[in-house]
């Protein structure tokens, strides 16, 4: 963005200025933006995902990480409050998950109306709904860039003096991925641990088969 609405800069820290600025005298906001309407560009366009946020796989192939983020979510729901995409760097996509309390209670049905969150995302109900759900979402994803290979159910909850979570309330990617990166070795290199669920990653001319 340029013009006599935006910002000439940080105050007192010209490297700053430097980095936020391209050379014709634009600030980079960071977001990624696409057409409202592709036949319309008149139309305008949406906030898309944060480009800093972005990453590639092993393979260099580019992950739009806001992207998987909001479908897996969905996909997940209701057993899935909010992710962190992970993948940077290595073969396949994963996700470190803040469970959903209120909704791991309703998929857990036989559970203790007193269960911790602990007990609750070991439940084989909660588990099989969510494993349900990736698996569609890798049926209609198969390509390394939206598929998700594997998970990590986390019981403590974003922090906010871990820089977790921003200044506007949302997940923090690169902050808990930072703080948390013990868990994303876990998540690839520990198969087998009762809070990490590998989920099927179908090719494309088969059928997911039913977790």
Known sequence: ???????????????LTAQAFDEEGFFRLGDAVRLVDAERPERGLVFDGRVSENFKLMSGTWVAAGHVR??????????VQDAVVTGHDRAEIGLLIFPNPAGCRAVAKGAPADAPLDDLIRR?????????????????NPG????????????????????EITDKGYINQRGVLS???????RLYNDDGAADIIVIDVPAPARHVAEA
Do not use: K
């Open 1 to 15: 963005m340029r013009g006599p609405n935006i910002t000439p800069g940080y105050y007192r820290a010209p490297e």
């Open 70 to 79: 909001l479908a897996a979510i969905a996909a997940g729901a209701p057993v």
């Open 124 to 140: 084989p109900e909660v588990r099989d709904c969510l494993i349900a759900g990736l698996a569609r979402h890798n049926a209609e």
């Open 144 to 163: 390394s860039s939206t598929r998700v290979a594997r998970v990590l159910l986390m019981t403590e909850p974003p922090s906010v003096d871990g820089n």
């Open 179 to 185: 703080r948390r990166a013990a868990l994303v070795e």
